[in-house]
Structure formats: structure tokens, C-alpha cells
């Protein structure tokens, strides 16, 4: 092997190896942001789920109530993230009498 092969050889394999800790890196930072996602819509199902029972929101989520029509009733309920995104789930309930 040749100076000239060993170099080339050495060349490709750091490439290589930064291209790996590239695509580590960013299937790290999808990992974090798929978790807070389903945190937040966790959160957001538990919250409908208390508020369409009749009970009450906790104070970080938003909850918008609106009539419907035929004894339901449309609830929003938004659920705040870091980076000042939001999650918003929207479901039609049986108005509680």
C-alpha cells in the first residue's frame, strides 16, 4: 500500500465516522422532541378527559368550551411545549346537564 492509498483510506473512514456522529446527533434530537410531543399530548388527553367529566383544568393548559349542537359540546384544549409551540386537541363531547 502506497502513501497515497493509506491517506485516501484515511480520508474516507474519517468521512465516514463524521457522517455516523452526524446522524446520531440528529436522531438524538428527534428522540427529545418525539418525547415532549407525547408528553404534551398526554397532558392534553388527561385534561379533556377531567374536563369532560366535569372537573377542573389545571392552570397551564388553555381549555375552550363551545356549544354544538344536539346536546354536544366542542372542547379545545391547548397544551403548551417548550420553544413556544403548542398542542391543541379538539373533541365533541355530550354536554354535562
Known amino acids: 500500500m502506497t502513501l497515497l492509498e493509506s ?10 465516522a463524521v457522517v455516523c456522529l452526524d446522524a ?3 436522531a438524538a434530537a428527534l428522540q427529545q422532541k418525539s418525547a415532549a410531543w407525547t408528553q404534551a399530548v398526554s397532558r392534553a388527553e ?5 374536563v369532560s367529566s366535569g372537573g377542573l383544568a389545571s392552570n397551564t393548559t388553555r381549555i375552550a368550551r363551545h356549544p354544538w349542537r344536539d346536546g354536544l ?6 397544551v403548551p411545549m417548550t420553544g413556544g409551540a403548542s398542542f391543541r386537541l379538539t373533541r365533541l363531547v355530550e354536554r354535562i346537564p
Open 46 to 50: 388527561s385534561e379533556l378527559a377531567t
Open 24 to 26: 446520531t446527533r440528529g
Open 7 to 16: 491517506l485516501i483510506a484515511s480520508l474516507l473512514l474519517a468521512v465516514t
Open 73 to 78: 359540546e366542542l372542547i379545545e384544549v391547548d
